[in-house]
């Protein structure tokens, strides 16, 4: 018995052997779209090469109508075969592009509608694709004669929509707009980019003392790269667009302004904005988004119009220097490497640079417990007073660590949670004085410790449940607003 399966021509058993990861891509792309959360650094990885395997079938698929054109006249009909072949290798090449470009959809950070229809149209090329490769030779004649240049046709328009919108994801909605010259704005009836009329106002409140906090804090994970929950924060329209959920600003409404509820929540609750232990806002940077959406959240309120604004911070000051002296970083982070080196090998995990530009160190012990004591706080002592964010908390360390605690004069995070400490360490807190949260819950810490933290000039959280100290008259007035239980 003869199978149909032999009957068929070689590229007809090719190409029902491409239908299978069609489909299994379907699938996947129907049962786990991207969701904007991280994944597995492996999907990551090959994620990566996304970018780089999308222009090999676009390359091909143009190629495509320049064979079957050229291949009509007679000098050049050798290369009208070579167009069947072209097409094959164009809906692997989709294939491949589009099973990439999933993981790195699923790496994280892409969500909403752009990436969708990116990704559905990257499996309707793969799709279209295919019914040309198959398609081709075969209803050159009768009813179906134009089936074939139509849908080759309708490829090439869905490939460039895709690679457009591929390009939006990347470089930004604007990126072909934000350049284009006026005379042909105005004929296509494109509006002005909104980055643009941004940029050029640094004469209003948003664009002098708004955006450099979010170009600071947030664009990383909220700007034209990554936009985690579909949020973008590098332009005023994209703000005031929102994110997945919404709005995240709504004029003169604080409590429903979604963004000003995730900078001013606990560093240490979930949804806290910037996410992932990244440095906080200043007292006032919030303050200035506070009174900025207080004010109607407007870019051209003038840059003056709010009176008890807080000056130009000093914070901004540190950032922007800690951001563009690489070469001051690289140096501070050679004369550190022997002692960063040695303690990374004795207590894996717990010592870490804050950021790629940074020479200060985040430390978290909390990950040891109990076996982490005096002593070990003790070798931490080489790099104290490089240490900006440090977590002691549920760690075997006592007053006896006091004096370490006092070398680190950068601190702005200091956890101490359910240690043993008492006010003899917090004697030491009054020398921390770029201290903005400290937590001495479940401590030893009195309110004979108060006077000293309330000397604090940067200090915006102080939580001392499970101690002593209760919400009475014994908290400083400088405190007040600052104590949580
Ligand atoms: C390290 C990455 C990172 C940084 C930096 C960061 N965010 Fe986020 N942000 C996220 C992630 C991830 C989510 C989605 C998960 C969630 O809702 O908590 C998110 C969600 C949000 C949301 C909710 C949006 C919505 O509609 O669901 C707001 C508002 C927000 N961020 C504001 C900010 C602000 C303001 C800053 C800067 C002060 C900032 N973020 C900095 C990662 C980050």
């Known amino acids: 018995m003869t199978s149909w399966v032999q009957r068929l021509s070689e590229r007809d058993r090719l190409g029902l052997l491409t239908l299978a990861p069609i489909l299994a891509l379907l699938m996947l792309l129907i049962a786990l779209p991207p969701d904007g959360s991280e994944r597995a650094q492996w999907v990551q990885f090959i994620g990566r090469f996304h970018p780089l395997a999308v222009h090999l079938p676009i390359g091909l698929i143009v ?11 007679a000098r050049f009909s050798y290369l009208h075969p070579s167009a069947g072949f072209v097409l094959g290798l164009t809906t692997a090449g989709t294939i491949a592009a589009a099973t990439l470009g999933w993981c790195l959809a699923r790496s994280g950070g892409y969500s909403g509608p752009l990436v969708t229809q990116h990704m559905w149209g990257g499996l309707s090329l793969s799709v279209l694709c295919w019914i040309c490769w198959m398609a081709r030779g075969r209803f050159e004649v009768g009813r179906f004669g134009l089936l074939y240049p139509l849908v080759l046709t309708m490829t090439i328009a869905v490939m460039t929509w895709t690679g457009y919108r591929g390009g939006q994801l990347v470089r930004g909605e604007d990126h072909l707009t934000e350049v284009m010259p ?4 105005k004929l296509l009836g494109v509006s002005v980019p909104l980055r643009m009329t941004a940029a050029s106002s640094a004469g209003t409140f948003y664009g002098a003392r708004i955006e450099p906090i979010f170009a600071a804090h947030c664009i990383t994970c909220h700007g034209s790269t990554k936009h985690k929950s579909n949020l973008r924060l590098d332009s005023y329209g994209s703000l005031i667009r929102g994110g997945k959920h919404g709005p995240v600003v709504k004029a003169k409404d604080l409590r429903g ?3 000003f509820r995730r900078i001013s929540l606990p560093a240490t609750d979930d949804d806290f904005m910037p996410k992932q232990g990244k440095r906080p806002l200043s007292v006032d940077e919030v303050k200035l988004i506070e009174l900025w959406i207080a004010a109607g959240a407007s870019d051209s309120l003038a840059v003056d119009a709010i009176t008890n604004a807080p000056a130009q911070t000093t914070a901004a000051a540190e950032v922007t220097f800690e951001k563009f002296d690489a070469a001051e970083v690289a140096r501070q982070r050679a004369t550190l490497a022997p002692s960063v080196a040695k303690l990374q090998k004795q207590y894996p995990n717990i010592l870490e640079y804050e950021s790629r530009g940074s020479a200060n160190f985040v430390v978290n012990a909390s990950l040891l417990g109990d076996r982490f004591r005096d002593a070990d706080l003790e070798a931490l002592g080489a790099v104290a007073d490089r240490v900006v964010v440090a977590d002691f908390s549920r760690t075997g360390i006592t007053d006896h660590s006091a004096p370490v605690i006092a070398r680190m004069k950068r601190l702005r995070v200091l956890r101490l949670v359910d240690t043993k400490i008492t006010d003899v360490t917090g004697r030491v807190f009054g020398q921390l004085d770029q201290l903005e949260s400290l937590s001495v819950f479940g401590t030893g810490i009195t309110s ?11 200090l915006r959280h102080l939580y001392v449940g499970e101690t002593t100290i209760r919400a009475d008259g014994s908290i400083p007035d400088a405190l007040k607003g600052k104590v949580l239980f």
Do not use: C, D, N, Y
């Open 448 to 458: 004979a410790t108060l006077p000293t933290v309330a000397q604090l000039p940067k």
């Open 182 to 185: 006026g005379g042909m704005r």
């Open 257 to 259: 302004s979604e963004l």
């Open 63 to 73: 190629l495509v109508p320049i064979l079957e054109l050229v291949g009509r006249s």
